[in-house]
């Protein structure tokens, strides 16, 4: 009888794949005017360390309990539409994060997150149009203030995704110690394919 080979897995998630050739584009780095103006800049890419604490909380939040903390505000402008990620990260209070669409304190809110794998984390994805948003890191409830981290990240039309986003060039897991773990993200990758176990339409895959 003759060995066992090590066994190699190929996973596959989607049926049809393009191609997404990288074309890097970028956010406005100039404070927008009107209403933005004096409003500090976030630009995609760049992560932003700073305080609540002995802030107002002027802007009500469409989630965490209304956003009833401090917040600080950023503001950032899309020359062309964008699918955005932001992330804040409050390592020692209930941190809320949303984002809306214009600078005035009445400015529709496009979205808004409290938890993402725990209190001290929020996350927004959203597809955005160009112009001028304000994100706020705010906080739950009024005790809710203190350090945090910000970050920014875009994704434009043409600028390509993470490098295992098309069939071609999916990533080969090697079983031969009996399991293979592999880190990434699917932020920016293309939605090739529909899962036929979900009740919805799936979201961006890597392969």
């Not at 989630?63 to 990620?85: D, H, N, W």
């Not at 997150?113 to 955005?128: K, Q, V």
Request: glycine fraction near 14%.
């Amino acid at each position: 009888m003759t060995g066992r080979r090590p066994a190699v897995l190929l996973v596959i998630l989607a049926l049809a794949c393009g191609t997404h050739p990288a074309s890097p584009r970028h956010g406005s780095t100039a404070s927008p005017p009107g209403p933005c103006a004096g409003l500090p800049v976030i630009v995609p890419g760049q992560s932003v360390d700073g305080t609540t604490a002995g802030l107002p909380g002027k802007v009500p939040a469409g989630c965490g309990a209304g956003g009833l903390g401090p917040e600080a505000s950023y503001t950032f402008a899309l020359e062309e539409q964008a699918r955005v990620r932001l992330v804040l990260a409050t390592p020692g209070h209930d941190g809320v994060l949303h984002l809306h669409a214009g600078c005035e304190p009445e400015a529709p809110e496009i979205s808004c997150n409290e938890d993402s794998g725990g209190p001290a984390r929020s996350i927004l994805w959203a597809d955005l149009p160009p112009g001028a948003y304000v994100v706020h890191a705010d906080g739950s409830g009024r005790e809710d203030q203190g350090a945090f981290t910000l970050a920014l990240d875009a994704r434009f039309p043409g600028s390509g995704g993470p490098p295992n986003d098309a069939c071609e060039d999916a990533l080969e897991l090697d079983l031969a110690a009996g399991r293979a773990t592999f880190t990434g993200s699917t932020f920016g990758a293309e939605s090739d394919a529909d899962p036929p176990c979900a009740s919805s339409p799936g979201g961006p895959e890597v392969l």
